[in-house]
């Protein structure tokens, strides 16, 4: 995945003529302002939210993304739910894992995460397709990789959304679906 939080429409347009369509976005409101127009001009492009999702802007995100990434708490759960339901939209979800249990960093703990994920797959019956987590910094990042792939596993989560610029040759290696590059491919943010 192409993560172009922070990168203006002139720098995403290179990638998409050579042929990227995975994009990640951090925030609904820059989703709005660049992807419209380029989804209608590329239909093939997947957007996926990467970052927190506020519970009033769940109407917007998921008109706009293919899949969230951020599903982290319970009255979001419910609240995607609800307007899945009612706006007949169902996309795939994954849940954020609080890998280090940093008080800073969104996400669910560890061990909490058993619950989580099955509350929102028996209970609210969501589509959760997989796990995304971001490692503290400055730490060796396999072990927690690690931690996040044995907990895919164990509830039959196919998508693991782990590595990052720089630390996706470790993810790849511990069994990442799906890295998220953002600096290593368009250099540094503008935003
Ligand atoms: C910004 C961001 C990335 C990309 O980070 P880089 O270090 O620029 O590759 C990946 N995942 C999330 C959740 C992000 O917020």
Known sequence: MAVSKGQPTERI????KAGQILFGENRVQEGFHKW???KQDYPEI???LIGPLQT??????IRLFDCIQSVDRIH???TLKQEMSRLNINIPLMIQLNLGDEPQKSGVSLSKADDFI???KYELKLLIIGLMGIPPFEENP??????LVTLANRHDLPERSIGMSLDYKEAIQCGSTLVRIGTALFGSRLQ
């Open 56 to 61: 009033n802007k769940v109407e917007k995100a």
């Open 142 to 147: 396999v072990p927690y990789f690690k931690d």
């Open 76 to 78: 979001l759960a419910q």
């Open 13 to 16: 347009l290179p990638l998409l």
């Open 118 to 120: 099955s509350h929102c």
């Open 46 to 48: 997947k957007l996926h």
């Open 36 to 38: 419209p127009s380029l």
